[in-house]
T-cell receptor
Framework: KAGVTQTPRYLIKTRGQQVTLSCSPISGHRSVSWYQQTPGQGLQFLFEYFSETQRNKGNFPGRFSGRQFSNSRSEMNVSTLELGDSALYLC???????????FGPGTRLTVL | QKEVEQNSGPLSVPEGAIASLNCTYSDRGSQSFFWYRQYSGKSPELIMFIYSNGDKEDGRFTAQLNKASQYVSLLIRDSQPSDSATYLCAVNRGAGGTSYGKLTFGQGTILTVHP
């Protein structure tokens, strides 16, 4: 079974720009969660989608948004990028909570 | 108090020894518990998950859960240099409400296995 895929793997943006990251979950998994990982804050939950519905959202500003498509693929968008948004963004696929989550390789975002 | 706390590292063990990684959590409503391994520059890889009190073994890995003490641990037997990585403990409150799809992670413990 193919794993979770994320594109692009690396991104360099400048402050004020926006970015869209993509995630394709494991076939048959309907839940997709997004996380931000930084050296200072560790892994922090952004949001979770299930059957195209956002069911949960972490404590991040409204500049962070996402969506899920009917094929379970998900995108997250960050608008008006700030330097502090530089991080590894991870997508995790699951059959649904409280089941285990499987992570993709991540997208490394650098904001200059 | 942090929601999920792991024993401070780094932890260094000789090859062939048992590595013991510990994690405590504050939310008594937590229902599922996970251990991930993360190599430098890579994404977290699921090693074990446990839902019930007691021990769960998978190869060289044993996860132990004690919900009364709000404690979960990971034992790695016959440690190998390839086990050198950061180990992350994660907790989920289960389905419903603000817990959907949310794993709460500890800060991680760096393990080094030296030959």
């Amino acid at each position: 079974k193919a794993g979770v895929t994320q594109t692009p793997r690396y991104l360099i943006k400048t402050r004020g720009q926006q970015v869209t990251l993509s995630c394709s979950p494991i076939s048959g998994h309907r839940s997709v969660s997004w996380y931000q990982q930084t050296p200072g804050q560790g892994l922090q939950f952004l949001f979770e989608y299930f059957s195209e519905t956002q069911r949960n959202k972490g404590n991040f500003p409204g500049r962070f948004s996402g969506r899920q498509f009917s094929n379970s693929r998900s995108e997250m968008n960050v608008s008006t990028l700030e330097l502090g948004d530089s991080a590894l963004y991870l997508c995790a696929s699951s059959p649904g909570p409280p089941r285990e989550q499987f992570f993709g390789p991540g997208t490394r975002l650098t904001v200059l | 108090q942090k929601e999920v706390e792991q024993n401070s590292g780094p932890l260094s063990v000789p090859e062939g020894a048992i590595a013991s990684l510990n994690c405590t959590y504050s939310d008594r409503g937590s229902q599922s518990f996970f251990w991930y391994r993360q190599y430098s520059g890579k994404s977290p890889e699921l090693i074990m998950f446990i839902y019930s009190n007691g021990d769960k073994e998978d190869g060289r890995f044993t996860a132990q859960l004690n919900k009364a003490s709000q404690y979960v641990s990971l034992l790695i037997r016959d440690s190998q240099p390839s086990d050198s990585a950061t180990y992350l403990c994660a907790v989920n409150r289960g389905a419903g409400g603000t817990s959907y799809g949310k794993l709460t992670f500890g800060q991680g413990t760096i393990l080094t296995v030296h030959p």
